[in-house]
């Protein structure tokens, strides 16, 4: 079956604005997470989802940064006056309930000018 | 006394050799550990995983050690191929944090044939 996805793959935004990223997790898999990976360095966590609700949302940087997951699938990662500093990949990732093994998109490459 | 690897940020081996990477982990209370591997341009995929109630755990080709003690983990690949050169990830779980990784600092391998 589809893997998870996310897009766009590539973004590139200047200083200042604000950028939506899209994750479509595996269909059935109840929790989904948001990562994000500098260069040469592992995935740091930002957020996670149960459902439509953020279980755990600290690992979000500052208040920036936000996430919703309004239906319980697809999740959108949001970010309001970027900084050269929020260049990343941010990698979104889904699980099944029970299970430990996380299933990770391809990651999206946001680059702020 | 038991000797415990130095995590190294690179590895290189000649294909056919077996290969150990090593990764130091922080949290005592980790119940859970998981190896994934990255390739360039793509998220982490899950290689092999095993309880904090385990000390080793086989797949194909690759075997995974946790030494509790001095909180180390370690992942074999038998008869490297050039198709396992990537980034390898450890990562730690605890039951409490519902699957919200944190990983370690990657390994790069390279295979030369």
């Known amino acids: 079956g589809a893997g998870v996805s996310q897009t766009p793959s590539n973004k590139v935004t200047e200083k200042g604005k604000y950028v939506e990223l899209r994750c479509d997790p595996i269909?059935?898999?109840?929790?989904l997470y948001w990562y994000r990976q500098s260069l040469g360095q592992g995935p740091e966590f930002l957020i996670y989802?149960?459902?439509?609700?953020?279980?755990?949302d600290s690992g979000l940087p500052n208040d920036r940064f936000f996430a919703v997951r309004p239906e319980g699938s697809v999740s959108t990662l949001k970010i309001q006056r970027t900084e050269r500093g929020d260049s990343a990949v941010y990698l979104c990732?889904?699980?099944?309930?029970?299970?430990?093994?996380?299933?990770f998109g391809p990651g999206t490459r946001l680059t702020v000018t | 006394g038991e000797s415990v690897g130095l995590h190294l940020p690179t590895l290189s081996v000649q294909e056919g050799d077996n290969s150990i990477i090593n990764c130091a982990y922080s949290n005592s209370a980790s119940d859970y550990f998981i190896w994934y591997k990255q390739e360039s341009g793509k998220g982490p995929q899950f290689i092999i995983d095993i309880r904090s109630n385990m000390d080793k755990r086989q797949g194909q080709r690759v075997t995974v050690l946790l030494n509790k003690t001095v909180k180390h983990l370690s992942l074999q690949i038998a008869a490297t191929q050039p198709g396992d050169s990537a980034v390898y990830f450890c990562a730690e779980l605890s039951n409490t944090n519902a699957g919200k990784s944190t990983f370690g600092d990657g390994t790069t391998l390279t295979v030369k044939p």
């Open positions: 989802f149960q459902g439509t609700g953020a279980a755990d």
């Open positions: 990732a889904s699980l099944r309930r029970a299970k430990y093994e996380q299933y």
């Open positions: 269909s059935g898999h109840t929790a």
